[in-house]
DNA sequence: TACAATAGTGTATGACGTACAGTATAATAA
DNA sequence: TTATTATACTGTACGTCATACACTATTGTA
C-alpha cells in the first residue's frame, strides 16, 4: 500500500497527462523551437522535460496537427514547429473539450463541498 | 495520419484521464454502489463505463483510499464504498492540485486568445 | 416464459508520459 | 588552452491505467 504522497504524486502525473497536448498547441500559435518551448513554459509554471517534450512534438508532427522547419541560419540548428490548419481546429475543439470538463468538475466538486465542507 | 475526429477523440481520453479519479473520490464522501455510482454519473453528464468503474474502485480500495461493505439485506447484494480517512486527505489534496493545473491551464489559454483571438 | 435490468468480476490491449541514455557543438569559465 | 556548462536535439524501454470487451448470476418486468 502506497503513502499519500506517491499516490498524489501518480494521480498528478494522470491529472497532466492530457492537459500536456494542450499545453503545448496553445503554445505553438506562434512558431517555437524545442529548447525555448521547455523554457519559456518553465517560466510560466509548467515544468516539462526535454525528453517528454520532443517526442510530444514530434508525434504531434506526425499526426499532422504541426508543423515544422529547420532554422539553420543561427550557430545552431533549430526546430521551429507551428500548428497547422488542422492543428488549429483540433486546438479549438480541444480547447472547448477542456473548458466542460473543467466545468463539470467544478460543478460536481462544489456540490460536494456544499454537502460536506472541508 | 488520423482524421480530426480520431483525434480528438483520443486527446479527449487523455483529458478525462486524470479527472476520473476526482471525480469518483468526489462522490464517494457519503457511500455508494457501483452501480447506482454509474448512473448518478451518467444524470451527471459525467458517463463512464461499468467496466471502467468496478476495476477503479477496487484499485482505490487497494491502494487504502477506500473501504466497501457488502450489504445484503436487499435483494441483491451491493457493495458500497466510502472514502477512508486517507483518501479524505488525498481527495483534499488532489482537489487542490486540480484546481491549480485548472488555473495554469486558463492562463495559458486566455493568454493565447489574447495574442490571437479565435 | 423470455427479456431487461440490476450488480458485479476478470483481463488483454493500446496510448503515452516518464526517465533515462545518447549525440553534437557553441559559449563560457578557469 | 582546457574543462565545463549550455544549447539543441534524437531514441527508446517501461509502467500506468482507461478502454473495451467477455463473462456470471439473479431479480424484476413484460
Known amino acids: 500500500m502506497d503513502s499519500v504522497g506517491e499516490?498524489?504524486?501518480s494521480l498528478a502525473v494522470e491529472l497532466k497527462r492530457g492537459t500536456l497536448v494542450l499545453t503545448v498547441l496553445s503554445q505553438?500559435?506562434?512558431k517555437e523551437y524545442g529548447y525555448s518551448l521547455v523554457q519559456k513554459l518553465e517560466e510560466k509554471k509548467v515544468?516539462?522535460?526535454?525528453g517528454?517534450?520532443?517526442?510530444?512534438?514530434?508525434r504531434l508532427e506526425k499526426q499532422g496537427l504541426l508543423?515544422?522547419?529547420?532554422?539553420?541560419?543561427?550557430?545552431?540548428?533549430r526546430?521551429?514547429?507551428?500548428?497547422s490548419e488542422k492543428g488549429k481546429d483540433v486546438?479549438?475543439?480541444l480547447k472547448d473539450e477542456w473548458r466542460t470538463i473543467s466545468k463539470q468538475m467544478e460543478i460536481?466538486?462544489?456540490e460536494e463541498e456544499k454537502n460536506e465542507p472541508d
Chains 1, 2 share one sequence.
Open 28 to 30: 505553438l500559435i506562434t
Open 91 to 93: 486546438y479549438i475543439q
Open 52 to 58: 517528454t517534450l520532443y517526442p510530444l512534438l514530434r
Open 47 to 50: 515544468p516539462i522535460e526535454a
Open 79 to 83: 526546430k521551429f514547429y507551428v500548428l
Open 7 to 9: 499516490i498524489l504524486g
Open 108 to 110: 460536481l466538486l462544489r
Open 67 to 77: 508543423q515544422s522547419e529547420w532554422d539553420t541560419g543561427e550557430s545552431r540548428p
